[in-house]
């Protein structure tokens, strides 16, 4: 069974410019969170889709937003790139009712 | 308030136990999660604890107390491999993980 896919591995934007990035889920699962993993902050919540619905949310700022499409792959989208939204990114999807998240390898996303 | 805290760093050496701590305190608790990340990899998933008590899982255990707001993750027969970071994380309902910075665990020959 493939894991959770994440696209691109490696990313460089510059301030100002919005960004993509992408998570196929393990076959089946519905449920895709996404997470922000920062050196000095560890991994934070930015939202969880589930049937393509967002079902929670983290604190962060309205640039950041996601959506989940119906075969349960995810989106998410940052705009207005700040040098502070350099960090990995990584996507998390469970099964219905489980609570195990099983992380993808991440997009690094570098901010110049 | 969502607040998670475990030591930064520990040193081990090989064939040692190891007992790496977490406090947490969180609004809506649901249960505490431990995973493992080595450098540039993904978080695998090592426990998940709901009542309290240890939970035992080969050479790893983890233990919960719930009115403590107090976890502890245990690596026996320490291994190189076992060099990682440690991630304690709160868990609060629709699949929302609050996490600790985690522990970053060196282990020597």
């Known amino acids: 069974k493939a894991g959770v896919t994440q696209t691109p591995r490696y990313l460089i934007k510059t301030r100002g410019q919005q960004v993509t990035l992408s998570c196929s889920p393990i076959?089946?699962?519905?449920?895709v969170s996404w997470y922000q993993q920062t050196p000095g902050q560890g991994l934070q919540f930015l939202f969880e889709?589930?049937?393509?619905?967002?079902?929670n949310k983290g604190n962060f700022p309205g640039r950041f937003s996601g959506r989940q499409f119906s075969n349960s792959r995810s989106e998410m989208n940052v705009s207005t790139l700040e040098l502070g939204d350099s960090a990995l990114y990584l996507c998390?999807?469970?099964?219905?009712?489980?609570?195990?998240?099983?992380f993808g390898q991440g997009t690094r996303l570098t901010v110049v | 308030g969502q607040n998670i805290d475990q030591p930064t760093e520990m040193t081990a050496t090989e064939g040692a136990i190891v007992q790496i701590n977490c406090t947490y305190q969180?609004?809506?608790?649901?249960?505490l999660f431990w995973y493992q990340q080595h450098a540039g990899e993904a978080p695998t998933f090592l426990s998940y604890?709901?009542?309290?008590g240890l939970e035992e899982k080969g050479r790893f255990s983890s233990f919960l107390s719930r009115s403590k707001g107090y976890s502890y993750l245990l690596l026996k027969e320490l291994q190189m491999k076992d060099s990682a970071s440690y991630l304690c994380?709160?868990?609060?309902?629709?699949?929302?993980?609050?996490f600790g910075t985690g522990t970053r665990l060196l282990v020597s020959p």
């Open positions: 604890n709901v009542l309290d």
């Open positions: 969180t609004s809506g608790f649901n249960g």
């Open positions: 994380a709160a868990y609060t309902g629709f699949q929302k993980l609050v």
């Open positions: 076959s089946g699962h519905r449920s």
């Open positions: 889709y589930f049937s393509e619905t967002q079902r």
């Open positions: 998390a999807s469970s099964s219905t009712g489980g609570k195990e998240a099983f």
